[in-house]
């Protein structure tokens, strides 16, 4: 059975740190461009970081850089999101998505449309 499944969500306070953790059964992550997205309720999912399937390479939403680091362990078929400097506007219901795609995708939910994971909820608040 195909899936993502996303964990390490939670509560956290202003200033703290999470990571993410997006496991991939089924299927092997290696040629897919791998992504983080978060959804607030009555706002569209936007794209939060990406990684490239080939080298490496990333995108973070500007509200994010420097702040976040999205990381892939092929071996391990798995991908992460390390949030650190956690704001409250930080707070939505985090996925994960892939694209099969030799490279990186732009960073929008719809150029992702493989497989989505069903999401975790982060919470920032004192």
């Known amino acids: 059975q195909v899936q993502l499944v996303e ?3 939670g509560l956290v306070q202003p200033g703290g740190s999470l990571r993410l953790s997006c496991a ?3 299927f092997t992550l290696d040629y897919y461009s791998m992504g983080w997205f978060r959804q607030v309720p009555g706002k569209e999912r936007e794209g939060v ?4 399937s080939s080298d490496g390479s990333t995108y973070y939403a500007d509200s994010v850089k420097g702040r976040f680091d999205i990381s892939r362990d092929n071996a391990r078929n798995t991908v992460y999101l390390q949030m650190d400097g ?3 506007e930080d707070t939505a219901v985090y996925y994960c998505a892939t694209k099969y795609y030799y490279g990186l995708r732009p960073c929008y939910p719809a150029s ?10 982060v919470t920032v608040s004192s």
């Open 7 to 9: 964990s390490g969500g």
């Open 24 to 26: 991939a059964s089924g």
């Open 86 to 88: 956690l704001k409250p």
């Open 49 to 52: 970081a990406c990684i490239s």
């Open 112 to 121: 992702y449309d493989d497989y989505w994971g069903q999401g975790t909820q």
